[in-house]
């Protein structure tokens, strides 16, 4: 079989006979057992269709489920209530990242590190510096700054330095400069960094909470830099502004 069967019979492991809905994850296991390649041969088939957004891994449990270029493609499955926050965000990156020519990321806190929970990848951009259920420091990233701004300085200290939140030492210079950065951000809305996490490029990050469902989500569009001191992305920002506006009209109207 070529590698494109392959990939399509890899795709029907996700159908359901007698139905229209897809099976919320698979194993490598359960893979492995119902198609008769080499573990191997089916391991490099898996990676390369999650690099082109066939397929996409749980960060948690490793799983496969259908990507999002497959999901975009597919008619919306009716749905019990709401899209959720990060469902929402998913769509305006995809289509972002297809418009700039850029990756997209849609990440969440944890703790004192930024979570990718998803990645949208253009096939004209760079390749995507960082994997799905990578973790980054919050305080030197884009979309990590984006995210603390949405609570307060005392929320920020104990986070990332409960022992000294507890006991009120708040006069760290790193932390002071970083509020002094996330004071900014909230004025702004969102943030930019180049050369900050990887050396050539660039990033642009907006963040959105929904108080309701105790839901924050991070929206980061990363790029190559055009030089080091290159023009700023206005594009990119107005793309990102506008698509984070339509997200926050919805979930707080």
Known sequence: MSTLENAAAVLTLFV??????????????????????????LSRLLIAMESQGLLARDPHNRHYRVGHLLRSLSPPAPQSGPATLAERAAQALHQLSARYRCTGYLCMLHRDKVRIVDRFQSSAAAPAVYAVGSHLPAMNTAVGRALLACFS??????????????LGGFNQPGIVRLLQRLSLVRGQGWDFNRNETRSGYSALATALADSERSEQIGLCLSFVNAGDKGAFPTDKLAGLQFATRMIAQRIYQ
């Open 16 to 41: 359901q006979p007698g139905t229209d809905a897809l099976p919320e994850s698979l194993s490598f296991s359960d893979m492995a057992r119902r198609f008769p390649l080499p573990k191997s041969t």
């Open 153 to 166: 300085e005392r929320e920020v200290i104990a986070r990332l330095m409960p022992r000294q939140g507890r």
